[in-house]
């Protein structure tokens, strides 16, 4: 079936870039999303990356996609406090009717 | 602005007495749908929803109902809640599905069960 996986934590210093990666089983899917959760929020879509393409930029944040190796990751450059937080990849199921998420990775980045 | 409403926010509530947890959406989506994130699991989908009247089930439905008579609301029933659908639910509404439109999250609920 289909199934995401990503680190569980990632410290980082404040300034420095934070790379957190995924990867999927699923070599059909065609959208792939990463959301970020701030303690006590609900969820909030930061970027998605069509399967077509390698990579999306937005401002600070890097979408990277080798859909060879099923694997996607999000850079996030001169990291700040504020962007600590649970960042989750996802994918959108076979079907479409479903987003697939990972378990989350824990960013925490320090002054 | 934009939002996804559920209610409430917080509900401790004893086995097998039954709960709704409500959910709106204001931006006129077809789709809504319902997650639970517990820890180590992340995020499973329990139902969705395509249009008015038009509800399917997702990863994990079961304990679960839901009902859509209205394109706004999307309310979650646990008829007879028990210990282990303590966890926190996420609602959220997009314009379709299969596409890659914005989903929107509402703030959660957190549900424990005694």
């Known amino acids: 079936g289909e199934d995401v996986e990503q680190s569980l934590f990632l410290s980082v210093r404040e300034g420095d870039s934070s790379v957190i990666n995924c990867t999927y089983t699923d070599s059909s899917s065609t959208y792939l999303y990463w959301y970020k959760q701030e303690p006590g929020a609900g969820l909030q879509l930061l970027t998605y990356?069509?399967?077509?393409?390698d990579m999306k930029q937005d401002q600070r944040l890097t979408v990277l996609l080798n859909k060879k190796d099923k694997h996607l990751s999000l850079r996030i450059a001169d990291t700040q406090t504020g962007d600590s937080a649970i960042y989750f990849c996802?994918?959108?199921?076979?079907?479409?009717?479903?987003?697939?998420f990972g378990k989350g990775t824990t960013l925490s980045v320090s002054s | 602005e934009a939002q996804v409403t559920q209610n409430p926010r917080y509900l401790i509530t004893v086995t097998g007495k039954k709960l709704t947890v409500t959910c709106s959406q204001n931006?006129?989506?077809?789709?809504m749908s319902w997650y639970r994130q517990d820890p180590g699991l992340g995020l499973r989908q329990i139902y969705y929803?395509?249009?008015?009247?038009?509800?399917d089930k997702g990863d994990v439905p079961e304990g679960y109902k839901v009902s859509r008579k209205e394109k706004r609301n999307f309310p979650l029933i646990l008829e007879s809640p028990s210990p282990n659908q303590t966890s926190l639910y996420f609602c959220?509404?997009?314009?379709?599905?299969?596409?890659?439109?914005?989903?929107?999250f509402g703030q959660g609920t957190r549900l424990t069960v005694v």
């Open positions: 931006m006129n989506h077809e789709y």
């Open positions: 990356i069509f399967s077509n393409m």
């Open positions: 959220a509404s997009s314009l379709s599905s299969g596409q890659a439109t914005e989903a929107f």
């Open positions: 929803s395509m249009n008015v009247e038009v509800t």
């Open positions: 996802a994918e959108l199921n076979q079907a479409g009717t479903a987003l697939i």
